[in-house]
Each structure stands twice: as C-alpha cells, then as structure tokens.
DNA sequence: GGCCGAAATGTAAACGTTTACATTGCCTTT
DNA sequence: AAAGGCAATGTAAACGTTTACATTTCGGCC
C-alpha cells in the first residue's frame, strides 16, 4: 500500500508539503507542486481514509438509517439523499436496522459526520436517547419527540383529511380506512385525518369501518375481502397507503365488484406503480426524493455550523392526485 | 468525545485491557472484565471506527458503486447486498457514480474492505484499471473482460432468446424489438438473444423491426408509436426491459390498438410493477435481489482468503413468466 | 554584505485504536 | 523457601494522516 510517506521520497520533499499539495494549500511553490503531483500520480497514490478521519475528525460520510431497506419508497428517498450528499462530495452509510437501531447507531460512530434517520415506529424514544448528544441528526418520518433533533416528515393529517374531503365530494358517505401498520407515526397521523375528516363533514363513523392493515399488498386484500363478506357497504375505501389499495383493488376484481362503479378505492404516497394499476390509482401525492434531498440539505448545513441552531422542524406538504380509480370524471 | 482512555481510567486498567474486554480477547478475568464493561457502559462508549480501522486495515464496510440509484433495479440489488452483508455485520459505503467511477473509486480507498461495482457501460474499460491490483471486487453486470475480477451476470441472451422462443410458439412471425441503451452490456446480450432466435427460428427479421431504445418509458412509448405510424406491422413487441414495454403499452392503448389482441407486448426484468399493468405483462423473470446477495457472498468469502484464488464467473439463469399481454391463454 | 521579513519547507506531536513484548503476581513444584 | 511457569496486566510502538511550530531559504533593502 503506498503511503503518504513514499510520495514524499519520490518527490524529494517532506511528508508535510505533500499533504499541503493534496489539500490545496497555498503556501507550497508551483516547482514542487508539480513534482508532488506528478510522484502521486506516478504512484497511485490516494489518501487513506480512516487515518485522514482520524485526525480531522471528519469522515465526509452521512450515515443513514432507515427501518428496512424495501420498496419504491426507500429507493426514492435514497436517491434524493444520494442526489444532495453527492453535489456535495459526501459518502453514504446506509444501513437498515429494523430489529436494533441502537447498534447501528453505536457502530456508525466515527465513521459518519451526521446521521438521517428514519423510524416511525411510535416506540422509538428509547433508541433515539442512544444518539450522542450533540450530534448533527436529521429525524425522517419520525413522530415528534422531545428530543433536541431536526425533524421533516410529511403532511399525512392534511394528506388523508384532503382524500376523504375529496371522496365526500363525489357525494360518498360512507368511507372505509384500510389502516397502516400498528405503532407507526405516519399510519396513525393518516388514521388522525381520516377521522377528523368524518367527523367534520359528517360522515358515517362506525368502528367497523376502521379496518386493520400493515401496508402491505396481503393486508389490503385480506381487508377488501372483510369488507366484501361483512354488511358494511362502504361506498368508497380509502387504504393508509398504495400498495394496500393494490391489494384491495386486486380483491374487488376477484369478488366481482367493479372499481370505481361499484365502489371507490384511494391510497396514499403516489408511487410510481399507481398510475400503471387499473384502473389507475387516486392518490396523495408525496415527492419522497424531495424529502431525502431537504434532510441532507439541512444535515449538510448543520455539519458547517455546529453551532447552537434553533430546531428545525417542517412537514411536507402533499398533492391529491385523482386518477380514475375514485369514479372522479376529471380523467 | 469518549475514548478508550476514558474508559480505562474509570475501570482503573490499562487500555490494552480494555481494548481486550471489547474484542473478547480470552486472557482477561471475569472480575476486570466485568468493571470494564460496566466502565464502557457507564460512559456510553463505543470504539472510534476510523481509528480501528487503521490499526487492524479492516473496515468492515462494503463498497457499492451503481451507474445510478434508479427505480427498482437498484432498490431490489442493494436489498439483496444490505441483507447478505448485515448478516455479516459490514456496513454499506453506497455511491452513485455515473460520471466519475474513477474517482468514486479513488475516495473509496481506505474506508472499504471490498467493492461491489456494477457498470454495465460497454466502454468501462478505461475507469476499471483504476482498480487497486489485488483489491477484492466483485464486478455486476459487466461485460466480460480481462481483468482478474470476480464477475456475476444475468443470462440476458437465454432470456431474450427463450421471450423470442415463446412468441414464436404462439404463432407470431414479425416480432420487433425495442433495444435497451446504446452501449450497455445487458442490452447488447438481449438483442443478440432477439437476432440468434430470429434467425435460427427462421422469422422475419427485417432491419426495422429493431427499435432503438434506452431503458426509459418514454423510448417505449416513442418505439410503440413508430410502429403504428409505420408499416412494419409486427404482430408482436419484446422490449428489452419492462419499463419500455409499459410505455409500448400505454402508446398502443393511445393509438386504439388491443392488447394483446392486436399485437403482442412483452418486457425483461420482471419487475414488481409487471404483474399490475393492464394487461399484465409478461416478461423474463430475474431474481434481482438474489444476483446482490450472491455479489456480496463472494466478496465476503475473498475477503476471508486473500490468498490467490481463481476467477469465479457466473450467470443467473432468469425464468419467463407468462401473464396476458402476450395472448398466451394460460392466465 | 549583512539583515529582515516573508515565503517555503521540515519536524514532530497528535488522533484512538490494537498488539507485540515486557512486567507483575501467584501458584506449583522441588 | 527458591525457582519456574503461567496467567493477567501494563507499556509503548505502530497505523497514515494533518498541522502547530521550528527551521531554512530567498529576495530586497540599507
């Protein structure tokens, strides 16, 4: 492995003014910044990472920790966070850690700068204390805490609220909820909006239209099928996301009823499969890659000043998206 | 910051003891050891990852380098790799590096044990031989070459040949294809899949029946269009991924035509989406998240025996799944 | 020509670990 | 009781950088 230390024989210079060279410094002359640079291009030489972190105490890495590694959305907030990182010639540290985020916090350290985390799990608090205190942390999704840490999410209250206003609209009374997974932040602010919906434009409320979910494609059919064999008689079905409206769509066809004719299904967070679906999905749509880029955005930020900062916190806003899918005419 | 001096003092041992209590190191009694765990507990210490790494020149990270951190592909891939190497308790150091592998490469130096590079560009030569000598690679996708790397694929050419093979059997002649991007290795596999079976099935293989095309939804529409503009008349479409097949599928549905009535669309990859497009599409399966775990199996296994070992190449096999855009009546 | 200050370069400490080697203490053996 | 051996612990060097400080070089000025 060739050091810092041979760059300095071949170029006939002090170890010291070799890594002046590699850092731009000013103060060495254009003779032996040539010289310099020619012997480490001679030899191939590129800076070892972990010693250099060791010393500057930075690691131009971002550590990223997101619940599990699965699906369109995670690809997309990936991309958004990779997207931003990048301009700025940060690494990425990516690690799911659904079953023990605390060790994955512990063995991120020194090895990233700043953290973005993900976890909407509403029990989380204990894992959150394990953070270092004054570390830079972007929080993602994550329900609001008492702990000293940015915080994006996005507009789910207002999302669902927004959906189920909508569906009153096309003069829909009854309004079944496919919820997501127990104990998740973002599952639970949906339901909030639902409700708060119903309540407000006076909707039918029974309990029985609350249905249980996980987000996944096999709990949105399990519940289309409760509520196809049940007397429940929604008009329309709103599922806590789009793949459980997937699954419910899938099990409407099976049971022979027609989407949107004789009933009406929605989701929520707008993946790209949901225009593809048929009939094509309504939606809220939620610009995941955007909320990866502001969290680094703001980490990056906090990594220039580590300075005292007010907290930062800010929701995202969401779009309907009306597709056919809820009998709307506007295509 | 909280090092291993801290540590030390509390327990009232040296260092080196405590650096032995943490990595288990036999020789240390049950009674020191027991003070310096609840010492390193107390202190909510936990070892400097970059100083580790530069004493013991392991990081226990994986590099992964990506033309781009797009659509499921890449999510399904880094799943596979996340999973193999979580199980082994290594990090992921992830980079999208379209422009610059070579520099990619360069900063990655020092803070991977290994590297997963998947960089399907036909002229990648150039950036490859900025490879360190014997570093552990395993290349993805990539053309064969030279180079003393490991190196996993996919069988496009027995997928696209098997795809031309089926439709043939369902009675079509005229088959187009929609090529994937110029220069990328995948694509020239399945178009030399398309022509071996073309000509060796004895169909008509008229130069225009070859579309160029570039992986994206809007090349497939754009293909899909030039056909109903033009005379070719195919009675049957296979587009060299499953997204230029959905945009083939939805510039049919524009222009009147049924499918799979009218004509044929089939797709390679088999990506989720596939099975909810309207007609379902049938496609080349490929057990994507299986190619990256099975990338990272072999990295892990060089990483244990630096010794020389010899060169493994392989292929996945892929499966072709038959759903109903292609007028086949099993379902 | 000697001196001064600035510019260029060198020296060595520091970063937080691991680990080879040295030291200590204790038990067994004679 | 002395010697020897082993188990437990300590000491310090090493890893490859950066950087504060020391030293050298050099041009210009008197």
Redesign the pocket.
């Known amino acids: 492995?060739?050091?810092?230390?041979d760059v300095?024989r071949i170029a006939?210079?002090?170890?010291?003014?070799?890594?002046?060279v590699?850092?731009d410094?000013?103060?060495?002359?254009g003779?032996?910044?040539e010289r310099v640079r020619q012997a480490a291009l001679e030899l191939g030489?590129?800076?070892?990472g972990?010693?250099?972190s060791?010393?500057?105490?930075r690691t131009h890495t971002l550590g990223v920790l997101l619940p599990d590694i699965y699906g369109e959305f995670f690809s997309e907030v990936i991309r958004g966070i990779d997207q931003a990182a990048q301009r700025e010639g940060y690494h990425l540290l990516v690690s799911s850690a659904r079953d023990d985020l605390e060790s994955a916090l512990r063995s991120m350290r020194?090895r990233v700068d700043g953290l973005i985390v993900m976890s909407p799990a509403l029990d989380a608090g204990a894992s959150r204390r394990s953070l270092p205190e004054r570390f830079p942390v972007v929080l993602l999704n994550c329900p609001p805490s008492d702990a000293a840490y940015d915080s994006l999410g996005i507009a789910n209250f207002e999302g669902a609220h927004a959906m189920v206003r909508h569906l009153a609209g096309l003069g829909h009374r009854r309004i079944a909820i496919i919820r997501g997974a127990e104990k998740n932040f973002d599952a639970a602010e949906r339901l909030r909006g639902y409700r708060a919906a119903v309540k407000q434009l006076g909707l039918d409320a029974s309990p029985g239209l609350e249905l249980p979910g996980d987000f996944s494609e096999a709990a949105g059919h399990a519940a289309a099928r409760t509520i196809v064999e049940s007397g429940l008689r929604p008009t329309a079905v709103f599922a806590a996301n789009d793949c459980m409206a997937i699954g419910a769509l899938s099990a409407f066809r099976e049971a022979g009823q027609q989407v949107p004719v004789d009933i009406a299904v929605t989701g929520f967070d707008d993946i790209p499969m949901a225009r593809y679906v048929e009939p094509a999905l309504t939606s809220v749509h939620v610009d995941i890659s955007a909320l990866g880029e502001r969290a680094t955005a703001w980490l990056l930020d906090a990594l220039g000043e580590p300075s005292v900062r007010n907290l930062r916190r800010e929701t995202l806003a969401t779009t309907l998206v009306v597709r056919r899918s809820c009998g709307a005419q506007s295509q």
Chains 1, 2 share one sequence.
Request: glycine residues 2%; aromatic residues 2%.
């Open positions: 492995m060739v050091t810092i230390k300095a006939r210079v002090s170890v010291a003014t070799v890594s002046r590699l850092n410094s000013e103060l060495v002359r003779n032996t910044r030489y590129s800076p070892h972990a010693a250099r060791l010393i500057t105490n020194g």
